[in-house]
């Protein structure tokens, strides 16, 4: 079974990025590329259907398996990064991250008007940084499809914050 198979892959390393946090590591996935692909060909599967006009991946670990899926899908791939890595015009919005606050940004022509944006990042925890995400896209002219996450920590009620920009929210895993 797949879950089982990435719950065994991901560590728990306590008090990352500070103190009285369980961050949840995912780097142990790409050491299996079976299970990297398995994971792509399970995305995929889900979403082959669910007319996807792009796959928009949040910087750094939402690229892992975000550009893989568009690829897969056959639609662009979107990178949302922080605040000073692209290089051409960009929008960008702020939010609160359970650890802190941060910046990210899109490039101003990297969705059009009424395309349909799955967003994709590897762990929904307070939803912040997946708001930020539906609010670039949504300032752009786009729509969100969905969330995607590959790690969903529940007890956080991530689902909540996002819920409004889509009920089509999705984890491969959750604790």
């Given at each position: 079974m797949?879950?089982?198979r990435?719950?065994s892959?991901?560590r728990?390393?306590?008090?990352f990025p500070?103190?009285?946090?369980?961050?949840?590591d995912i780097?142990p996935i790409m050491?299996?590329p079976v299970?990297?692909n398995?994971?792509?060909?399970?995305?995929?599967?889900?979403?082959a259907?669910?007319?996807?006009?792009?796959?928009?991946?949040i910087?750094?670990?939402g690229?892992?398996?975000?550009?893989?899926?568009?690829?897969?899908?056959?639609?662009?791939?979107?990178m949302?990064?922080?605040?000073?890595?692209?290089?051409?015009d960009?929008?960008?919005?702020?939010?609160?991250?359970e650890?802190?606050?941060?910046?990210?940004?899109?490039?101003?022509d990297?969705?059009?008007e009424?395309?349909?944006?799955?967003?994709?990042?590897?762990?929904l925890?307070?939803?912040?940084?997946?708001?930020a995400?539906?609010?670039?896209?949504?300032?752009c002219?786009?729509?969100?499809?969905?969330?995607?996450?590959l790690?969903?920590?529940?007890?956080?009620?991530?689902?909540?914050?996002?819920?409004?920009?889509?009920?089509?929210?999705?984890a491969?895993?959750?604790?």
């Open positions: 797949l879950e089982k990435i719950k892959a991901i728990d390393v306590v008090d500070k103190k009285g946090i369980v961050f949840k780097t050491k299996d299970l990297s398995d994971i792509v060909d399970d995305l995929h599967n889900s979403y259907t669910q007319n996807i006009d792009a796959v928009a991946g910087e750094s670990r690229f892992l398996f975000g550009y893989p899926l568009a690829m897969k899908l056959g639609v662009p791939f979107i949302i990064r922080k605040k000073g890595k692209l290089p051409y960009k929008i960008s919005h702020s939010y609160d991250l650890y802190g606050s941060a910046e990210i940004e899109m490039h101003i990297a969705v059009s009424g395309q349909r944006v799955l967003i994709h990042d590897d762990l925890a307070t939803g912040g940084s997946a708001s995400a539906a609010n670039l896209i949504e300032k002219g786009g729509k969100v499809a969905g969330f995607n996450f790690v969903s920590l529940d007890f956080l009620n991530g689902k909540e914050k996002i819920k409004g920009f889509s009920d089509n929210i999705d491969v895993i959750n604790y």
